[in-house]
């Protein structure tokens, strides 16, 4: 069966540059998810689309936008890169109305 | 701050011993979920409980749910040493679309062959 889809899977970039997380959802998963997980911590809740629209805000800073795409893609674009943003990122989706979320296998991105 | 933290955040088991983890919240929900992570991995999803439910079988998996305790536990029965994870609750406040999951810390299991 087919699974959630990132890429790129690494990234490596310095302070103060950009990356942008790209994010395909299991087919005719119409809700996405992006969550960030730190070094030994928990994975938090950052924003979700659903139907293309910001469906929900959690803790995402203000350098960091996200977009869902006709096509329900999603990216997730990082700005002015911190070293406090190397974490594993992951989109996760969800069919219509049901509560299960499906994760990616994550982007692990590496500030330095 | 987390809305579920596990308890215990370590555990080390023989293989065929049963596995109990807990979990607490903090707010309201509308179901609870637990996940499992193996290390630097994606989240696979394991099993849901509706706040309506006390109790849900699946496989050697049986996960409790007391919402007037506001806590949750995973039991793996005869765990093998393909067990060994990281497994984090995740609580949602909304049902249908849009439920964003607040997860607690993780636990890590260890199940020695």
């Known amino acids: 069966a087919a699974g959630v889809i990132q890429s790129p899977r690494h990234l490596i970039k310095e302070k103060r540059e950009t990356a942008t997380l790209k994010c395909y959802p299991i087919?005719?998963?119409?809700?996405v998810y992006w969550y960030q997980q730190g070094p030994g911590q928990d994975p938090q809740f950052l924003i979700s689309?659903?139907?293309?629209?910001?469906?929900d805000k959690g803790s995402i800073p203000d350098r960091f936008s996200a977009q869902q795409f006709s096509d329900y893609h999603s990216e997730l674009n990082m700005s002015s890169l911190e070293l406090g943003d190397s974490a594993l990122y992951f989109c996760a989706s969800s069919f219509p109305h049901v509560e299960t979320q499906y994760f990616g296998p994550g982007t692990r991105l590496l500030v330095l | 701050s987390q809305q579920g933290e596990e308890d215990p955040q370590a555990l080390s088991i023989q293989e065929g011993e049963n596995a109990t983890m807990n979990c607490s919240y903090k707010?309201?929900?509308?179901?609870l979920q637990w996940y499992r992570q193996n290390s630097g991995r994606g989240l696979v999803h394991l099993i849901l409980i509706r706040s309506n439910e006390r109790e849900k079988h699946s496989g050697r998996l049986r996960v409790t749910l007391d919402t007037s305790k506001k806590s949750s536990s995973l039991l793996i029965t005869a765990s093998r040493a393909a067990d060994t994870a990281s497994y984090f609750c995740?609580?949602?406040?909304?049902?249908?679309?849009?439920?964003?999951?607040?997860f607690g810390k993780g636990i890590t299991l260890s199940v020695r062959p």
């Open positions: 087919p005719r998963h119409d809700t």
């Open positions: 689309f659903y139907e293309k629209m910001q469906s």
């Open positions: 995740a609580t949602a406040v909304l049902g249908g679309a849009n439920s964003k999951l607040t």
């Open positions: 707010t309201s929900i509308n179901n």
